[in-house]
């Protein structure tokens, strides 16, 4: 396959000719599988997304220019679904099964467009919402932050001749194959790529798919988006979000209903789901808490994905959960995706090797990773903590706790509520790079 040449590439781009989202499949998987499960049993429930960028020292709407941005989203909003895409879909494999996705469910994707969306500007940062039906408004949220974050980089680069931009790949290349051979040395690893959300830009997300199939081979398990599985015949990989307890918690009608509905989310998800598709994402409203409600037919899922405690810590927390449920840890699996650097993939390879089975997916850490590169002084490439949540579901305020008080969520009143509800314990601030 011949190699795009990205610096040239970029250095001559126009939107016309690069828009940042070419298809609704570059996307990741679990947005599909969680949106099959929302259309089968949520049809009516309507859902508001809302843009929060955490790193409050960018003033995002003075470095990209509203003008552009509103053209991204209105191609976006363009888009369908190809025939090849439905086919690939409908006949493909997923996680050992055929047909994950339901012939009703593709008839009524053919048709798929997403919805209109609403932006302003307030103090220097984007104001971005998309409301109405949940089983529309979902799939806006990883384009949404592809197009941001590259409409980022693309006003960064704006200013670089093709010799710089040449520069500032070759050494964004060599940064990413270096951490390529230390992942190589470590035997029996498993790395995907969870990456698009907060990308560089769709070019340099599939140079480094296509390098780490290349650079450690098997180790490699696949891609979480779509479009690239399914051009570079990976596996796509991914189960479900945030998203899905923080609607349910919405909804609740009592402090009981409030607890219970991280447990109803995977009732739910066992119905349309089973085998390794059967991963918990336990810390929406805290890790502890998650563990300490828990019924026991929980333990007898495949996994979890700790995603907000430090992962050495928040593993062994689940891997004693496991103990006391007798479970066998070994025969368990970990993913580990919070803002992985090498370094930190490594101490937990090392620390939980022939303890549990693990996996790594690795994020904005693998596809925007351009601290360094430059060959002028700036921040501007730098990756930022850009993420696009659940605000509300049928007009109801919607939270995240996590186990990181940082990343928390929601009106403050709210978040003070479910605190209440779901307890403290566990939850130790950390500064959120990405």
Request: aromatic fraction near 12%; include cysteine.
């Amino acid at each position: 396959m011949a190699k795009t040449d990205i610096a040239r590439r970029v250095y001559n781009h126009t939107w016309k000719l690069d828009p940042i989202v070419r298809s609704l499949l570059d996307t990741d998987f679990y947005k599909l599988l969680m949106l099959q499960m929302i259309w089968g049993m949520y049809p009516k429930v309507e859902a508001t997304f809302s843009l929060i960028n955490r790193t409050t020292s960018v003033r995002l709407a003075d470095e990209i220019d509203e003008g552009e941005l509103r053209e991204q989203l209105d191609h976006a909003r363009t888009l369908r679904f190809s025939k090849k895409e439905m086919i690939w879909l409908g006949g493909n494999t997923f996680y050992g099964r055929k047909q994950i996705f339901e012939p009703e469910f593709l008839a009524w994707l053919e048709d798929f467009r997403l919805p209109e969306y609403e932006l302003s500007r307030r103090d220097g940062q984007f104001e971005l919402s998309f409301a109405g039906p949940w089983m529309y408004t979902t799939l806006w949220e990883i384009p949404a932050l592809a197009i941001i974050n590259e409409l980022r980089s693309r006003a960064a680069m704006r200013s670089f001749g093709p010799f710089a931009l040449d520069v500032l790949y070759a050494r964004a290349k060599a940064k990413m194959w270096d951490k390529t051979e230390r992942l190589k040395a470590l035997p029996g690893i498993r790395i995907s790529d969870f990456g698009t959300r907060r990308r560089h830009s769709f070019l340099w997300q599939r140079w480094c798919v296509e390098a780490l199939k290349e650079g450690i081979g098997d180790a490699f398990t696949g891609t979480s988006n779509v479009l690239l599985a399914m051009d570079n015949d990976l596996e796509a990989l991914g189960t479900n979000a945030h998203e899905l307890p923080m609607v349910f918690a919405a909804l609740a009608n009592s402090e009981e209903e409030l607890r219970q509905s991280p447990y109803k989310v995977l009732q739910d998800w066992q119905r349309y789901y089973g085998g390794n598709l059967l991963i918990v994402l336990p810390d929406t409203f805290g890790t502890a808490a998650f563990l300490r409600d828990a019924p026991d037919w929980i333990a007898d899922w495949t996994g979890f994905r700790p995603d907000s405690a430090p992962p050495i810590e928040g593993g062994e927390k689940i891997l004693s959960w496991w103990r006391e449920k007798g479970k066998d840890p070994k025969q368990k699996l970990l993913i580990f995706s919070d803002g992985l650097e090498v370094e930190t993939i490594e101490e937990a390879y090392r620390h939980f090797k022939g303890k549990v089975r693990m996996s790594f997916g690795w994020g904005t850490n693998l596809t925007n990773d351009f601290e360094g590169c430059a060959p002028t002084e700036t921040k501007s490439l730098d990756a930022i903590s850009l993420v696009c949540k659940v605000s509300e579901a049928n007009g109801r305020p919607a939270v995240k706790l996590s186990d990181n008080p940082a990343k928390a969520t929601g009106d403050e009143k709210e978040i003070k509520r479910y605190l209440r509800i779901f307890g403290e314990k566990g939850r130790v601030e950390q500064l959120v790079k990405v």
